[in-house]
């Protein structure tokens, strides 16, 4: 079979979706060698592929006219798009879209892109054949926001790139951000959703009763729609020096940084899947989770949850993780089993099989 593959465009520093995807991708081009790939687009990841056209056409109808010329052109059998909607195409090739969550529809105030979602997203998962999604929990949103048959609806599972070598012990990144003690950490873009604020506040009630604790909070991820997040915590007084903020890290900066944590933690109020949590857990650390939407998918027995809306939740899972060492190293002994569930290997295996499945037009 012919099949293309769309996916979200390039960006300067690759995070979340796009991680998700070029490893399913890079995978999948790897294990399969009996059907024929065409990209949409220039590629950000490694292959030797060339796209079927970088130059864009124009707004979004011409997209879905460059898509069809593409189906067209190579005879395309199944088109499937990792994030990029099609519900303007003609082409009668089968079509399978990945929706990576439903975030922005269902929770609106954490994004701008409810209409979108509503509209372009909502019409292009009616008329495709086939729809994926990384967690079971975004299955079940797709079903009932958009009121598609569970049976059209698969959960392929991502994994966790190579880029990040967990054996890296180069101490000169805490010198580099002045970390001299223990610390645990979180990894996200600075955004409302994923609940930085709650976490902070959290780690101050566990500062509070312990106060004679040098423990700090190391925050690593780039600004993102939170302008005012660096201004908020210029104003916690003592507390402030013991926050770390990195800004965006290398791959090689943030595998050292996960192995010298003492614990990893990741309060969102709402994730499709929760990348950091598997890198966590593949580096071996305990982690700290919310109990909510994917989250516990993900982390299996090898999380201490807490609720992301109750601070003193949060700061009792943070005083738990910190203070017992015994069931620290329970979830550390816990971690990379959990973690072995989850592989782009596998990924790629199941997306083929679906792909074979699916057949051609």
């Known amino acids: 079979m012919n099949i293309a593959l769309l996916y979200p465009t390039r960006e300067k520093n690759s995070t979340g979706v796009r991680n998700l995807t070029k490893g399913t ?99 292009t998962a ?74 902070i506040n959290g780690f101050i009630e566990y500062k509070q009763k312990h106060n004679a604790s040098n423990l700090k909070l190391v925050l690593v991820g780039g600004i993102g729609w939170d302008k005012e997040f660096e201004n908020d915590i210029a104003k916690l007084n003592e507390y402030r020096s013991s926050i770390v903020l990195t800004g965006f890290v290398t791959d090689e900066e943030l595998s050292s940084l996960y192995t010298h944590a003492l614990a990893i933690a990741y309060v969102s109020y709402y994730e499709g899947f929760g990348l950091p949590l598997l890198e966590a857990l593949t580096a071996g650390k305990a982690v700290i989770s919310s109990n909510t939407s994917s989250m516990p998918e993900v982390c299996g027995d090898a999380a201490c949850y807490c609720d992301p809306y109750d601070l003193e939740s949060i700061g009792n899972a943070i005083e738990m993780v910190v203070t017992d060492e015994t069931y620290r190293k329970q979830l550390e002994g816990r971690a990379k089993g959990q973690a072995a569930r989850f592989s782009y290997e596998k990924a790629a295996r199941e997306t083929v099989e679906i792909y074979n499945s699916l057949g051609g037009k």
Request: charged fraction near 30%; glycine fraction near 2%.
């Open 25 to 123: 991708i890079i995978e999948t081009l790897k294990y399969d060698h009996e059907n024929t790939y065409f990209l949409s687009d220039d590629a950000y990841f490694d292959t030797d592929m060339k796209p079927f056209s970088n130059i864009k056409w124009g707004g979004y109808e011409q997209e879905c006219i460059r898509y069809d010329f593409l189906c067209y052109c190579k005879d395309i059998d199944i088109i499937h798009s990792y994030w990029n909607t099609f519900d303007l195409m003609q082409s009668k090739c089968k079509k399978i879209l990945t929706i990576h969550d439903l975030i922005p529809l269902i929770h609106p105030e954490w994004h701008t892109m409810k209409d979108y979602f509503d509209g372009s997203v909502r019409r």
């Open 126 to 199: 009616l008329m495709s054949d086939l729809i994926l999604t990384n967690s079971e929990y975004t299955k079940s949103d797709v079903v009932k926001y958009y009121n598609i048959p569970e049976e059209r609806v698969k959960v392929v599972y991502p994994g966790l790139l190579h880029t990040l070598d967990f054996s890296h012990d180069n101490k000169a990144v805490l010198e580099k951000f002045n970390i001299n003690d223990e610390y645990i950490m979180s990894v996200s873009t600075i955004e409302p959703r994923k609940n930085l604020r709650g976490l």
